[in-house]
């Protein structure tokens, strides 16, 4: 056997125990060690076999961090089946989750026991990939196709009373699974209960009516993404062939994925989610107590704070500057958890009572018992100094004082305070009760336990925390100005907004700069431009056909104009900004732009940023930047992150471009020297991840 793997007898039941912390992934050992077990049950008398995970879960799938390298024997599909041909009965006890080919270890036995609060699913498809040891050849014997098609493209989970329901398992139970999972077998055992083998049931029936559905969905929703569609060929499959024809052919088109640089990006941003909080500075510091919140501003973002806050079980006291304003945020927050309701993200017996954990109020004394105060104010450095200010006055020694500034300088907000060391930027993404990024702006003077503690609190909030040192727009605004200008670039030699956007798009990202524009509002961009006219350089491109866009009231969605007119929830261009753009090229040479142009143009830019701020300081390794990406601005997950798209099509090609460029522009494609260093170096921004892990 091997250390991953146990095998004990407990009278007539050998219980197999897959043991691999942290979550029994089914690593070469640990399929070595089943495959040695359904072995030796075979050859003992032992009358029925019970496998079972140790700690918090069953079997968390595959091992991940095996995929990319050659393969090693026995590959997990045969053990699937070493296990369903046993020729005495197996049965899985499953606690916890029981994902990808964790799921499909359970179905490869013949009965399956759920201990409540169980899950089961197959997240392949979040990692470019499809089940790939006979899950979509198994479950829909099982299920049918219909939950199926429900779970794998989506890359979906069932509870533990949904899988009773489809079929996916027999029994469930309180307890210990090893203990219920012993009841069960003797059981069994009792009942005289045969081998019950899930790839001998009949081929489920092929409904062409739900596998249409299913790929009309997935083609609207997978935006370029290629496993869910693949998944819904496999699922197909099992209507059409017997088990191991179907098995051959998922994995046909398993390793195919397994080739595709999709596979490739979205491992990547799995293994970055948890890399990303892994910071030395705040290994082992012990992060402050948190549990009562305050809120200053209950505006756009000010709401959302106090709703996540309040969603994650601490109290809120929001302050505004009159009643009015107060009683608006409290509506505004009430409708926000009415909406987590209707979404399940809410219990409703819990709405009332954490509903009554906020208090909207305009009196800053109320904040003096606070463990951490998030100001959400206007955006101007004179209102700021003046809250925080106050804050200093208020709040209790050893409380927190963060701010929400998209780009302002933490440090200058620190120093309208005695207690530097307890300021720290918490920049939210709106709206911010939803949206997952959370950019931990660490200014000169931040004490580390104020890091660790914005760190636990982005936990605490199911938010993905990023770290940033300070400067204007931080990581991801610093680049979005960027690639934004490189977009106001193309327009003034040619390109049309339209085309830029359906450029994007095709890129994978959800929408391009100008639909964004519309989105967020033409007036933010307006103020941004007013609020940087005093230094900004005069080489920088001002959109000036935006500012008369603005002048002429064209604000976006919220005045049904901008880049586009917006009626009845559809937008088309805008045709009266096209003269507003000729006005602004002037006797500009024009010239077309391809699709991959526009992108390849957009992506330097935003690389190039991206690799000034890496080279900086301000992140601290590439892979915070494609997390900062992926979470905040609607990267597409399958590429991985810029900085991963750029080791992927190849750093020297990408610095050529720009070098070319910056013959014609050499003020906006100055070449980032990390950049220059890496491609003189032969190295990559995957190299860097690693060094900065070691
Ligand atoms: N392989 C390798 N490492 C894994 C892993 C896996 N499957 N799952 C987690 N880890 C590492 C993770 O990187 C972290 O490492 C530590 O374990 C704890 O994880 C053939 C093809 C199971 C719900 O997609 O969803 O089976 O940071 O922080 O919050 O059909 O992990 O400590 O160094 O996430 O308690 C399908 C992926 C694989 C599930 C636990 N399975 N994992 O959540 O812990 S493909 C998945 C998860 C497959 C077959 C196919 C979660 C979890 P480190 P964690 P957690
Ligand atoms: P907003 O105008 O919607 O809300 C600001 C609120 O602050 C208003 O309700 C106002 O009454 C209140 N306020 C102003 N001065 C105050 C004071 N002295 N005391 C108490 N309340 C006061 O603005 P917003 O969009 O929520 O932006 C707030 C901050 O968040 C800004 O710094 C902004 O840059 C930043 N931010 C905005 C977004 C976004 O998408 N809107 C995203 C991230 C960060």
Not at 239 to 256: A, C, H, K, P, S
Not at 679 to 691: I, Q, S
């Amino acid at each position: 056997m091997t250390e991953a793997v146990r095998y004990e007898r407990d009278g007539a039941v050998a219980v197999i125990t897959v043991a691999n912390p942290p979550v029994n992934a089914l690593g070469l050992a640990v399929r070595q060690g089943l495959w040695q077990a359904i072995d030796r049950f075979a050859d003992d008398d032992a009358a029925i076999a019970l496998i079972v995970g140790e700690g918090r879960l069953f079997i968390g799938g595959a091992d991940i961090s095996e995929f990319g390298k050659p393969p090693v024997e026995p590959y997990l599909p045969d053990v699937c089946t070493h296990i369903e041909r046993s020729t005495k009965p197996v049965v899985a006890a499953v606690h916890g989750p029981a994902l990808g080919g964790g799921c499909e270890i359970a179905l490869g036995a013949h009965y399956r026991l759920a201990i409540k609060g169980a899950r089961f699913g197959f997240p392949e498809v979040k990692l470019g990939l499809i089940p790939g040891a006979g899950g979509s050849q198994r479950m829909p014997r099982l299920t049918g196709v219909g939950p199926a098609l429900d779970m794998m493209p989506a890359g979906g989970s069932v509870t533990t009373d949904e899988a009773l329901k489809i079929g996916l398992v027999d029994r469930v139970a309180e307890g210990d699974a090893r203990e219920a999972g012993l009841v069960y077998a003797r059981e069994l055992l009792e009942s005289g209960a045969p081998v019950r083998a899930v790839g001998t049931l009949p081929r489920p029936a092929h409904d062409a009516a739900a596998f249409e559905a299913a790929r009309a969905l997935w083609q609207r929703k997978s935006r370029g993404e290629v496993a869910p569609l693949r998944a819904i060929d496999a699922i197909e499959a099992a209507t059409r062939m017997d088990l191991d024809e179907g098995v051959q052919e998922e994995r046909r088109i398993f390793l195919e994925l397994m080739q595709t640089p999709q596979r490739a990006g979205l491992i990547h941003a799995f293994f970055n989610d948890r890399k990303v909080a892994k910071l030395p500075e705040i290994e082992g510091i012990a992060p402050r107590a948190l549990s009562h919140v305050g809120v200053i501003g209950g505006g756009t973002m000010g709401a959302g704070i106090a709703t996540a806050c309040l969603l994650s079980g601490l109290s809120v006291t929001l302050v505004e500057r009159d009643a009015a304003a107060a009683d608006k945020a409290r509506g505004t927050i009430t409708g926000n958890l009415d909406a987590a309701v209707k979404r399940g993200k809410l219990a409703a017996d819990r709405r009332d009572a954490t509903l009554a954990e906020l208090s909207a109020v305009t009196d800053y004394a109320e904040l003096s018992d606070c463990d951490l105060a998030i100001e959400a104010v206007f955006e101007d450095m004179a209102v700021k100094h003046e809250v925080f200010a106050r804050l200093d006055a208020v709040m209790k020694p050893g409380a927190i004082l963060a701010t929400n500034t998209s780009y302002l300088d933490v440090n200058e907000i620190a120093a309208a305070t005695k207690r530097p060391g307890d300021v720290i930027g918490l920049h939210f993404f709106s709206p911010a009760h939803v949206m997952k990024l959370l950019e931990v702006v660490v200014a000169d003077a931040t004490a580390t336990d104020v890091t660790a503690t914005a760190f636990a609190l982005a936990k605490r909030l199911g938010k993905i925390a990023v770290r940033a040192g300070v400067c204007d727009g931080f990581i991801g605004n610093r680049m979005l100005s960027t690639y934004r200008g490189a977009a106001d670039r193309m327009i003034l030699e040619g390109a049309s907004p339209w085309e830029i956007d359906a450029a994007i798009k095709a890129f994978g990202l959800p929408m391009g700069p100008f639909e964004m524009s519309d989105l967020a509002g033409l007036d933010i961009g307006f103020m941004t431009r007013q609020r940087k006219a005093a230094t900004r350089d005069p080489r920088d491109v001002v959109p000036t056909w935006a500012d008369a866009m603005y002048h002429e009231g064209w604000l976006g969605q919220k005045t049904g104009q901008g880049y586009y007119v917006h009626e009845d929830r559809k937008a088309k261009p805008n045709e009266a900004v096209k003269p507003l753009i000729e006005a602004a090229r002037g006797d500009r040479p024009q010239r077309t732009f391809t699709q991959e142009e526009i992108q390849r143009t957009y992506m330097a830019a935003m690389v190039n940023e991206a690799a000034k701020v890496v080279g900086e300081g301000i992140a601290r390794r590439p892979l915070d930047v494609d997390v900062t990406l992926l979470y905040g601005y609607g990267f597409p997950r399958w590429r991985g992150g810029p900085m991963k798209w750029a080791d992927t099509v190849g750093l020297p090609a990408l610095l050529q471009d720009i070098k070319e460029w910056s013959k014609a522009d050499p003020y906006f494609w100055q070449p980032a020297p990390l950049l220059e260093q890496l491609v003189a170096d032969g190295r990559c921004f995957a190299d860097l991840n690693k060094e900065a892990a070691q």
